[in-house]
T-cell receptor, first 115, second 111 residues
């Protein structure tokens, strides 16, 4: 199995630009999570989906952030416009909800730098 | 959400056992105890989980106190590759499958 795939691995952009992060979950998993990690705030859950439906987006910092999951094999996290304080590592994770399997599998992350 | 308390850092010698403690005095009856670890420059990875009984797998053992207010992750023989941040997380099965990460314990392994 290829595991959770994230792209790009690194992104450097200027303040005000739109940034789109991509995630392909493990095949057969029906839950997908977006996390953000910074030195100051640690690892924070931004939003998660079950069966492509957003369940909890209370961690999304503000309206500049949006996430979509158009199908079971793809999700995007968009930041528009980006700001320097959005610089962080963004992780995507997937798991199987409702099967009794509790583990989440994380991707390698996207390191975002906004200048 | 019930909270967990872990030491900020611990040190171990290579090839010796490591006991990583976690306090969760407000744990509820439906909370599972999960452990994840994060190696440098990688995403977190699942280590082990349990509810009431002690658990063993190929990576580690989880010892859960009888009152469930604390638990200990045991690495039987630490290697340099085990140097990571270890997170103890409570997960309420009834609240979906989201995880709330705390600060974790940074484990340093000396050769």
């Amino acid at each position: 199995d290829a595991g959770v795939i994230q792209s790009p691995r690194h992104e450097v952009t200027e303040m005000g630009q739109e940034v789109t992060l991509r995630c392909k979950p493990i095949s057969g998993h029906n839950s997908l999570f977006w996390y953000r990690q910074t030195m100051m705030r640690g690892l924070e859950l931004l939003i998660y989906f079950n069966n492509n439906v957003p369940i909890d987006d209370s961690g999304m910092p503000e309206d500049r952030f949006s996430a979509k999951m158009p199908n079971a094999s793809f999700s995007t996290l968009k930041i528009q416009p980006s700001e320097p304080r959005d610089s962080a590592v963004y992780f995507c994770a997937s798991s199987s909800f409702g099967t009794g399997i509790l583990e989440q599998y994380f991707g390698p992350g996207t390191r975002l730098t906004v200048t | 959400d019930a909270k967990t308390t872990q030491p900020n850092s611990m040190e171990s010698n290579e090839e010796e056992p490591v006991h990583l403690p976690c306090n969760h005095s407000t744990i509820s009856g439906t909370d599972y105890i999960h452990w994840y670890r994060q190696l440098p420059s990688q995403g977190p990875e699942y280590v082990i989980h349990g509810l009431t009984s002690n658990v063993n797998n190929r990576m580690a053992s989880l010892a859960i106190a009888e009152d469930r207010k604390s638990s200990t992750l045991i690495l039987h023989r630490a290697t340099l590759r085990d140097a990571a941040v270890y997170y103890c997380i409570l997960r309420d099965v009834g609240a979906g499958n989201m995880l709330t990460f705390g600060g974790g314990t940074r484990l340093m392994v000396k050769p």
